[in-house]
């Protein structure tokens, strides 16, 4: 049985650590091939990025290389697939190889695309790569008063982020000793705070404590940079002096030309995580189209499930595990404080009044995530 995964990221890497564990046995015979792709030799820490714009992290401390976090029984290749050819059971890579697969995982996450809205690159900070980080926090830095406005495409990975950010800033501010200059807005593009109705409702109390104001049903329309302002569909304008943007996200621009989803979301069914229509594909992390947050947590509950019915499939078994919408997020507050959400389909959150002791958690949670990343629980 050859199972090929797509993506080397917290999904991909996870699920290959914890099939390489289950299989070890049909690995060493040969009987089975665990093979991985991926676009990148090093695998970024992404959560980490929001401390690069806020200064307190470097680029440096984010990365590792991905064959020493693999299981030696895992073939790793960094060789990005360029077309899936789903009928062959077939995927072609940069390289110009082909590789022939019993079992597909795709797992190539989420990008951000600035450009969808006209103005929006060339103006607006963001936190979400490398680049756009640091040159957040050389603005961040700089800025020493006026109006900072937040702003954002749904989805987009990480739901927390954008609120952890808006208090995370405020904290810099406060500590900076300029917060009377600053003026915050942090905008949504739905009816409330969040897209999760308890974690709005958490928000604006948090919002209310630190003076920080919203703008409810606000979806980007476009940037106007010279005059410094944000216009939204619903034809409100919006003042700036430094503006963060989560911008739009789409899968894999791989995903989009092979017609596997609209906006490189794949169809996914929300229980087996296969994809609709195709049983030997399976779709986890940011890439599926499921109404859940995309988040690492999320990939990593995923996997944990695949690995089980992966793992069962190549034993002759049927599937034996459903994925509930399993989803769990910090949401870091500032002060040395921090809060949660933990929900699933069913279940929706009741993030905590924000304590130290759950920061502290937050704190060690990130500390483990590389060995967590081995499949270790
Ligand atoms: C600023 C920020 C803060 C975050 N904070 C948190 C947090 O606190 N908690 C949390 O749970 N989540 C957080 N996230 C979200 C989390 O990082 C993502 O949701 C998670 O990484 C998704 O996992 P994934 O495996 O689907 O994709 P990724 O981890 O993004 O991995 C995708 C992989 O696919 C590879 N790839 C792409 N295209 C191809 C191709 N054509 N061929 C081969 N390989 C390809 C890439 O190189 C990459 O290795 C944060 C994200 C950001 C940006």
């Known amino acids: 049985m050859r199972i090929l995964i797509v993506g080397a990221g917290i999904g991909g890497t996870i699920l290959a650590n914890l099939l390489a564990r289950r299989l070890r046995e049909d690995l060493r015979r040969g009987g089975v091939t665990l093979t991985v792709l991926s676009a990148s030799p090093s695998h970024l820490y ?48 940069r390289s110009g190889a082909v590789h022939d697969y019993d079992l597909l995982v795709i797992a190539t996450g989420s990008r951000t695309v600035p450009e969808e809205v006209p103005g929006l690159a060339g103006n607006a900070h963001s936190f979400y790569t490398e680049d756009a980080a640091l040159r957040m926090c050389r603005a961040v830095q700089a800025f020493d008063g006026g109006k900072v406005v937040i702003v954002m495409g749904v989805p987009h990975k990480c739901p927390m982020a954008p609120l952890e950010m808006t208090f995370l800033l405020h904290e810099q501010f406060v500590r900076r000793g300029i917060e009377r200059r600053v003026d915050m807005l942090y905008t949504y593009p739905v009816g409330r705070l969040h897209s999760i109705e308890n974690v709005a409702r958490w928000a604006a109390v948090e919002f209310d404590r630190r003076g920080i104001r919203s703008e409810t049903f606000f979806n980007l329309a476009e940037v106007d940079g010279a005059n410094r302002l944000v216009r939204s569909e619903e034809g409100s304008v919006v003042e700036y002096d430094l503006l963060i943007a989560i911008p739009p996200h789409h899968g894999a621009p791989e995903i989009e030309r092979a017609g596997l989803g609209a906006r490189g979301w794949i169809p996914t069914h929300r229980r087996h995580l296969t994809m609709q229509g195709q049983d030997d594909v399976y779709v986890i992390g940011d890439t599926t189209n499921l109404p859940i947050s995309k988040a690492g947590s999320t990939a990593r509950f995923q996997a944990e ?73």
């Open 46 to 93: 992404q959560p980490g990025l929001l401390y690069v714009a806020l200064g307190e992290m470097s680029p440096a401390e984010l990365y590792r290389d991905e064959r020493e976090l693999l299981d030696p029984l895992v073939r790793f290749e960094v060789d990005p697939v360029t077309d899936f050819m789903l009928d062959a059971k077939k995927v072609a890579t």
């Open 305 to 377: 499930l695949l690995c089980h019915n992966i793992a069962a499939r190549v034993r002759g078994c049927s599937m034996t595990r459903s994925y509930d919408g399993k989803v769990f997020c910090f949401i870091e507050t500032g002060r040395g404080r921090a809060s949660y959400a933990s929900f699933n389909y069913d279940e929706p959150p009741e993030p905590p009044s924000p304590s130290r002791s759950i920061q502290m958690l937050k704190t060690l949670y990130h500390r483990m995530y590389w060995a967590s990343l081995k499949g270790l629980p």
